[in-house]
């Protein structure tokens, strides 16, 4: 059973940086895995994807040229960096991978952007 475990939230200024992390259990073989976020009243939206092998990403366009994704090739490990962060950034960030037809998602970790 796949299990995801998000870490890295906190609160930031406006303009700062802030790095997220996201590592997969329960499985020997390497998987696409994303970000998402979700702020309260709203349905969760993709930030970031990348490919089993890190060569193809996909982004959000509202976080183009501000997020990095990547992954550690060694292990089911991946990367948000999040830089000049804005307030509408604020989002619970989710971790995400997908089994056949069905969404497994991490716990989620809190990013809060102060104006």
């Known amino acids: 059973q796949v299990q995801l475990m998000e870490s890295g939230g906190g609160l930031v200024q406006s303009g700062g940086s802030m790095r997220l992390t996201c590592e997969a259990s329960?499985?020997?073989?390497?998987?696409?895995m994303g970000w998402y976020r979700q702020t309260a009243g709203n349905q969760r939206e993709l930030v970031a994807q990348i490919s089993t092998g890190g060569g193809n990403t996909k982004y959000a366009d509202s976080v183009k040229g501000r997020f990095t994704i990547s992954r550690d090739n060694g292990k089911n490990m991946i990367f948000l960096q999040m830089n000049s962060l804005k307030p509408e950034d604020t989002a619970v960030y989710y971790c995400?991978?997908?089994?056949?037809?069905?969404?497994?998602w991490g716990q989620g970790t809190q990013v809060t952007v102060s104006s």
């Open positions: 329960g499985i020997s073989h390497r998987i696409g």
């Open positions: 995400n991978t997908k089994r056949g037809a069905s969404d497994v």
